[in-house]
C-alpha cells in the first residue's frame, strides 16, 4: 500500500480558488463522495483537472501531475485498491444534484453526453444510450461521470499575443493553434480572445468586437447562456452551436472582427472558414495536432494550411510543461519567429 498524506497547501481558505470549489464542485457530489474530496489538501484540490466517477470503481482525481485515488478520509494514494469505491447510490445521487434532480430538462445536453453547471464545469456522462430512429435521444442508467474544473489562466497568452497582432496594431493575424490533446489549447485560445475584447494597452490594441462559436462550452464555459469565463467585454457567445453554424450566424446578427472557435476540421467548418475569410474577418482557430505537417496531412484542411491562409500558426507542447509555446510560425514561410519556448511566465529555453 502506498498512501501519500499531503500537507494543507498555501491557499488560504478564503481564497477565490477555495471558494469556488466549496461552492461549485463539492455541493455536485453525493453522498460520501463529497466528504472525501472535501478532506482533500489544498494543495491536491490546486491541482485537480477531472474527477472521475465510475460505478464500483475507485473515485480517481487527475491533476496536472498524474491520476490519483481517494479514500474516504481524503487521503490520496498511488494505489487504485486504497481508493473509495463509488456505489450505484453515490452516481445516483450526483445525478439528481448535476441536473437538479430534472432529467428532462437537460436531455438536449444529454444527447451530446455532457452539459456545463455553474462555474463554467462540464459533466461528462457515460451509460446506456436510448435511441430514436437510429440516433441517441438521451442516455441513462448512468455507470460514469466525469467533473472537469473550469480553470482559467489570465495572462497565458502574454508571451505569444506580440506575434498575433499587426504592426499596425488593428487587428490579429489569422491564427491556427496546433495542440496535442491536454496541452492546454483552449486555455490559450480563452486569454487571446479575453484580451483582444478587452484590449491590450501596452500594445496600443483598443479592443474589438470577437465572435465565439463554443459547440463543446469549453471556451466561455457558458451556464444558461451567460459565459462563466471571462471572455472579454466585447465578446459575444453562441454556446453548444455547431461551429459551422454559428460562425455564419455571428457574422450577420453580431458583426464581429474576430471569429474564435475551438477544434476545426470538417468539411462545414472549412467552407464556414471561407465565407469569414470573404467578408473581410480574422480568424482565431484551434486543431488537434502535434506539428503542422500533421494537420497538413488532413485531407479537409491540406488546402487552407498549404495557402498560407493562417498567417501565424502557434504549435503547442509539454517541453518545458502543460501549456508550452514551442514554436510561433509564419504560416507562408513555416519560419519559427519565435525565439525561445514560453510557458506563462516567459521564455525558458529553446524551442524544439
Sequence with gaps: ?????????????????HVRIKNEILPLLGGAMQKAVSALPLSVLEQVEEI???????????????????????VVSYSPQEGYMVSATDLERTVQLVTQSSLYAVVDELRQGYLTVRGGHR???????????????????????????????????????????????????????VSPPRAGKTTLLRDIVRQLSNGIPSMNFPGTNVGVVDERSEIAGCFRGVPQN??????????????????????????????ATDEIGGVEDVAALEEMLNAGVALLVTVHGSHLGEVENRPTLKTLVSRG?????????????????????????????????INGSGPRRGAR
Design 52 to 74: 472521475r466517477l465510475r460505478q464500483e470503481r475507485p473515485l480517481i482525481v487527475r491533476t496536472s501531475g498524474g491520476e490519483l485515488t481517494v479514500t474516504s478520509e481524503g
Design 309 to 341: 491562409v493562417f498567417e501565424r500558426v502557434v504549435v503547442l507542447g509539454r517541453s518545458l510543461g502543460v501549456g508550452t509555446v514551442e514554436a510561433v510560425l509564419d504560416g507562408c514561410t513555416r519560419r519559427n519567429i519565435l525565439p525561445l519556448a
Design 123 to 177: 459533466i461528462g456522462f457515460a451509460g446506456e444510450a436510448v435511441l430514436e430512429k437510429g440516433k441517441v435521444k438521451t442516455l441513462k442508467n448512468f455507470a460514469g461521470l466525469n467533473i472537469r474544473f473550469a480553470r482559467e489562466m489570465k495572462g497565458c497568452a502574454d508571451g505569444v499575443l506580440p506575434y498575433l497582432l499587426r504592426p499596425q496594431g488593428d487587428r490579429p493575424y489569422h491564427t491556427m493553434i
Design 1 to 17: 500500500m502506498v498512501m501519500i498524506k499531503l500537507p494543507p497547501g498555501n491557499i488560504p481558505e478564503n481564497s477565490g480558488f
Design 230 to 259: 471571462d471572455v472579454g467585454i466585447r465578446t459575444d457567445v453562441l454556446d453548444g452551436c455547431p461551429k459551422a453554424e454559428g460562425m455564419l450566424m455571428l457574422l450577420r446578427s453580431m458583426g464581429p472582427q474576430v471569429i
